[in-house]
């Protein structure tokens, strides 16, 4: 079982795959979740490819850290994962906190990408989610995780989606949610809400893909386009009937828009 260090604090990650001259994929996972969110997927791609996946800080088996609640710290964290793994760059693939990390190393650690793909996330929170946060985070720190399990899920499955999973394919989700650390939920949440790289983005010039989902109740169609238009020379896809968990909820749509930019990128 892997291990980075920073700061004197583990991150856990997992190491899966084949390494056949191709580049490394790493993937990072959405809030208050962990790595084997991305344990269907790296099942689709580790035949040819070499994947990674980490734990955030306080997510999953990594160690909590007070400087998590800065997104450019956490990209940091996945430098780590790179440097324990002796990976000089990787194919970046994140989920919605996980694609704000990607825009980080995109603009700040862009030797150490070969590509990015930011998926259901934005480049900056409209200023009404501030509030939202702010609540999310009192409550997070007064009932804890598991509290928070049932409007979660609703919000991540999606309008509409919800009704098409049973309690059996939300447990994994469940569970992960539950094990993440208040500590851990908190410091990331304050990264997610303090999230404002819009004006930055121009910088980036790696290939990048933007993949958003029509039914994404937490970023809408309006958050991807925007993302998309704001990176030089980025693809946007979109994925239907998908809420915010897409490679969970529509994986077989969200590989073939992944193998489609891969075959273009990753030799």
């Excluded at 998590?68 to 956490?74: Q, T």
């Excluded at 780590?80 to 693939?93: E, K, Q």
């Excluded at 809400?193 to 937490?218: Q, Y």
Aim: with cysteine; net charge negative.
């Amino acid at each position: 079982m892997p291990f980075a260090t920073l700061d004197g604090r583990r991150i856990h990650y997992t190491d899966t795959g084949v390494e056949d001259g191709r580049p490394t994929l790493l993937f990072v996972h959405a809030y208050t979740c962990n790595a084997s969110l991305w344990d269907g997927m790296i099942a689709r791609f580790a035949p040819r490819f070499r994947c990674l996946a980490f734990d955030l800080p306080g997510h999953g088996q990594s160690d909590p850290n007070d400087r998590a609640s800065n997104m450019d710290f956490l990209a940091q964290c996945a430098v780590a994962v790179l440097d324990d793994a002796g990976v000089s760059r990787a194919h970046i693939c994140g989920l919605s906190i996980g694609g704000m990390v990607g825009q980080h190393l995109g603009f700040s650690y862009a030797d150490r990408a070969h590509s990015l793909v930011l998926a259901c996330t934005t480049g900056k929170l409209p200023p009404e989610a501030a509030g939202l946060w702010d609540d999310r985070l009192a409550a997070i720190t007064t009932q804890g995780l598991w509290a928070q399990i049932g409007e979660t899920i609703e919000r991540w499955y999606g309008d509409g989606l919800l009704a098409q999973f049973g309690p059996a394919d939300l447990d994994p989700v469940a569970r992960m949610i539950g094990s993440t650390t208040v500590a851990g939920a908190v410091s990331c949440g304050l990264a997610v809400k303090a999230h404002d790289v819009l004006d930055r983005l121009d910088a980036i010039r790696l290939p990048t893909l933007v993949i958003g989902a029509d039914r994404d109740l937490s970023f809408s169609m309006d958050h991807p386009k925007t993302l998309a238009a704001a990176i030089p020379g980025a693809q946007l896809v979109m994925l239907k009937d998908a809420g915010h968990l897409a490679p969970v909820q529509v994986p077989d749509a969200f590989e073939e828009a992944l193998t489609s930019f891969y075959d273009r990128w990753a030799d």
